[in-house]
């Protein structure tokens, strides 16, 4: 949501002011570093990105397989690091390079679908439930809320069809 950096300046101001969150998270290496030293400059704390970038990427596949790609991401990482953000995201970055990157970088890495190697981890809410009917090999559901809910909503309709629902107990 932005063109340049005083755009992305006002933006995140915005953003922190009527979030109440405390970072903004931009994706991208190389072509985002002004961007993201202007705004830790303007002590705007920011998150980076590398890896597959779902707001950009058409194509959903996991990153690093090429030697230039691994290249790439560990450079953008370094310039990440030296704009002055506080981590870095790696999303479907292969495992050996989410390793590298981990190891070559002082800030924290937060791995998702780029192995355990990562200082950190995380997995979208939704996803995790098994609100999602999506099927990634990163993604492990831990329940599933989504055949919960059908099944929930299912017995609802047949009661109302059935006049079972409301009851006069359920009713003024």
């Given at each position: 949501?932005?063109?340049?950096?005083?755009?992305?300046?006002?933006?995140?101001?915005?953003?922190?002011?009527?979030?109440?969150?405390?970072?903004?998270?931009?994706?991208?290496?190389?072509?985002?570093?002004?961007?993201?030293?202007?705004?830790?400059?303007?002590?705007?704390?920011?998150?980076?990105?590398?890896?597959?970038?779902?707001?950009?990427?058409?194509?959903?596949?996991?990153?690093?397989?090429?030697?230039?790609?691994?290249?790439?991401?560990?450079?953008?990482?370094?310039?990440?690091?030296?704009?002055?953000?506080?981590?870095?995201?790696?999303?479907?970055?292969?495992?050996?390079?989410?390793?590298?990157?981990?190891k070559k970088i002082?800030?924290?890495?937060?791995?998702?679908?780029?192995?355990?190697?990562?200082?950190?981890?995380?997995?979208?809410?939704?996803?995790?439930?098994?609100?999602?009917?999506?099927?990634?090999?990163?993604?492990?559901?831990?329940?599933?809320?989504?055949?919960?809910?059908?099944?929930?909503?299912?017995?609802?309709?047949?009661?109302?069809?059935?006049?079972?629902?409301?009851?006069?107990?359920?009713?003024?």
């Amino acid at each position: 949501t932005y063109r340049n950096p005083k755009e992305a300046l006002k933006n995140a101001k915005k953003i922190i002011s009527n979030t109440k969150c405390d970072a903004v998270k931009l994706e991208g290496g190389k072509k985002i570093y002004k961007i993201v030293k202007f705004l830790t400059k303007n002590n705007i704390a920011v998150m980076g990105h590398l890896g597959l970038l779902p707001q950009t990427d058409k194509t959903f596949k996991f990153k690093g397989k090429k030697i230039a790609e691994r290249n790439k991401i560990l450079k953008d990482a370094e310039l990440l690091q030296s704009a002055g953000a506080f981590s870095i995201v790696l999303e479907c970055v292969e495992t050996s390079l989410s390793k590298m990157v981990t190891k070559k970088i002082k800030i924290p890495t937060i791995g998702i679908g780029a192995s355990n190697n990562c200082d950190g981890q995380i997995l979208v809410f939704d996803d995790l439930i098994g609100l999602n009917p999506i099927d990634f090999r990163f993604v492990k559901k831990y329940s599933n809320i989504r055949k919960e809910m059908k099944k929930a909503v299912a017995s609802y309709a047949k009661e109302v069809r059935n006049k079972k629902f409301p009851l006069k107990k359920h009713s003024y």
